[in-house]
Structure formats: C-alpha cells, structure tokens
C-alpha cells in the first residue's frame, strides 16, 4: 500500500499600499483570485510607502522614481509578500532586478475628470470664469490645461483622494482635476463633472489600469495571474510604457498619451509639454497589437527629432535647480 502525501498549496501573501484606492484595487483582485480559484488562499498585507509620507513637497521636486512602490518591492525580494498591486502609472517603466510586470487588469477609462467646486456647477473646463483656481499636483496636466486655457490659475494640491476633495469643497480651489478611474473606482464617480477629452487633456501612461509586480522567477504565481489578466489593457499598456521608458522613464514629467485599438491595430498619440504650456510636441504611430512595445519607441523616436528632449531636459533642469 501507498500514498503520496502532498503538503497543501502554500498561501499568497498580496501587498497593498494603505490608501483607501489602493485597498479597493488590491481587495478586487483578491476576490477575483478567489473565484477563480477557491481552493487557494490569498491574504493582504499593507504596507505605508515613501509617497504616503510625504505630503508637504510638490511631486516634482520629490523627483524620485517609485515613490508609492519601493516598500512593496523590499517586501517581495524578502519573500515577505508574493505580489504587489499598483496604479499601473505609479508604477516606474524600469523595474528592480528580479521583478516584474506581471499582468494588466482591465482598465477603467483612463481620462481626466474635471471637478467643480459648488459654486461652478453650471461651469466646464472652458467656461471656468478668468483666474479660478484649479488644483492639480501633475505636471502633465498643469502644462496641457495651461496651454489651452493660460486664463485660469493652477495651484499644487496633495493628498489622496478624499482630502483633495475635502479641499475643493472648503473653497481653497474652485476646480481640481482627478483620474476618472480613481473616482469610479471609489464610488464616487457622481463627483465627476466633466470627463476631459484627449484633445485637452492626454492621460498618463497606464491611467486606470492595475499592473501586478510580482517575482520574475515565481512561475506558480505568474500562472495564477494570468486568470485576471486582460490582454487588450496589457498591448495598450505595453506601447505607453515603451514610450515613457524610452522618452526619460520617470513618473512626474509632462508626457501625456492615449490609444485606440481597433482589431489588431493600435494606435498610440503622445505628447511632451513644457511646463508652461508654450511648448507642445505631439505626434501619433500606429502599429499591430503584438509590436506594441516597438510603437512606443517610435514614437518617441519621431518625437525626439521634434525637440521633445529638449523640453523634458529644460524641465530636469528646473527641477533640479529649485
Ligand atoms: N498618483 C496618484 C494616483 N494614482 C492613481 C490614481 C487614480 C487611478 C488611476 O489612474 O489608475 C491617482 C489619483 C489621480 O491621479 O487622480
């Protein structure tokens, strides 16, 4: 007589910022993990990052790449947690040895959202009266919103989502522009007031998508992401990153972009903007699904030769004079 005795599958450890978006995002993917497979076990650990700390200095400054990612990635190399989920835009292009972007989950819309204080109810974006104060702490969206509208003020606001609307209502700004995807995601996509087309407003790379950073060697959990990944999001995704990666790589510039699939083929439009707004490159490449990652190297390429460098290195300078 035999028997094999096998030991039980071991337990996924899911590290999780501690933002009330964070914990939402990271507690959706625990539930659909465990749907589909309820033999397993998933837990969540939270883990406080750099970017939740420091809430006193423009983004900008800060500078450094991974704010919201570092702690979560310490604890996967120690083995403490299995994976981590992130905003996929919060998370760098270049990732640590031994880590890496493990899937895509399906994105929500990944545009803008304009919200309006009270008081501007009846108001869009372009009928914002001259001078009102519109917060936003993304170089990205101050240069694109200063380009089409140099009438309105822009202040730095900082915080997660429930304080940057906090502010808002108390009346120290009289607009704040927020990623649609954070809103839904919280419930509270009523707060919208106005969705930002692309020709004013190009979204970050990776907006309103999860990306899940995992070990590169562990092939169990690799497998078992695959059940929540969502292919069309991951090509998109794909060709942004390349793009970012080969334009600078980091998180807080203004690079703005956004794709349309359309059968196999995508479409990816970028655009790098000086801070003030005056100076604007934007330019389009369209390519098949599985060249993604080569679309965004052209197109940062194409946009190179128009003087996006330049821009983004006047910036890098700025920023570290200041
Ligand atoms: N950097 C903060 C951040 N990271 C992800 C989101 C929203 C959700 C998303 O874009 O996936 C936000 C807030 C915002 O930009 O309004």
């Not at 399906?106 to 104060?133: F, Y």
């Not at 990205?140 to 309105?152: I, W």
Request: proline share 4%; net charge negative.
């Amino acid at each position: 007589m035999s028997s094999t005795v096998s030991s039980p599958p071991r337990t996924i450890r899911i590290g999780s910022r501690k933002s009330q978006l964070a914990l939402v995002q990271t507690y959706w993917v625990q539930e659909q993990l465990q749907k589909a497979f309820p033999d397993r076990t998933f837990e969540v650990y939270t883990m406080s990052t750099q970017g939740d700390k420091i809430l006193d200095v423009a983004l900008a400054k800060i500078g450094d790449k991974g704010l919201f990612t570092k702690e979560l990635e310490v604890g996967m190399l120690q083995q403490e947690i299995d994976f981590a989920v992130h905003s996929l835009k919060d998370l760098p292009t270049n990732l640590p040895n031994g880590l890496m972007l493990g899937v895509v989950t399906e994105r929500e819309n990944p545009a803008d959202a304009l919200v309006v204080h009270e008081k501007h109810s009846g108001k869009q974006i372009d009928t914002l009266p001259p001078g009102a104060i519109v917060g936003t702490s993304s170089l990205r969206r101050l240069a694109q919103l200063r380009h089409h509208f140099p009438h309105l003020t822009f202040k730095d606001i900082r915080g997660n989502l429930i304080t940057r609307l906090e502010k808002l209502d108390s009346g120290e700004f009289d607009a704040i522009i927020l990623a649609v995807a954070g809103l839904q995601r919280l419930g509270m996509g009523d707060r919208i007031h106005q969705v930002l087309p692309p020709e004013i407003s190009l979204h970050a790379v990776g907006q309103g998508a999860l990306g899940i950073e995992c070990r590169t060697d562990d092939t169990e959990v690799l497998s078992l992401l695959k059940a929540i990944e969502h292919v069309p999001t991951r090509d998109r995704a794909l060709a942004e990153r390349a793009f970012l990666r080969a334009l600078e790589g980091g998180c807080q510039v203004p690079i703005g972009v956004n794709t349309v699939l359309d059968g196999d083929n995508l479409t990816l439009t970028g655009i790098v903007a000086s801070v003030d707004g005056q100076q604007i490159v934007k330019d389009t490449v369209t390519g098949k699904t599985d060249d993604a990652e080569n679309i965004g190297i052209e197109l940062a390429e194409k946009m190179r030769s128009q003087g996006a460098q330049e821009i983004l290195a006047a910036i890098f300078e700025a920023v570290q004079r200041s």
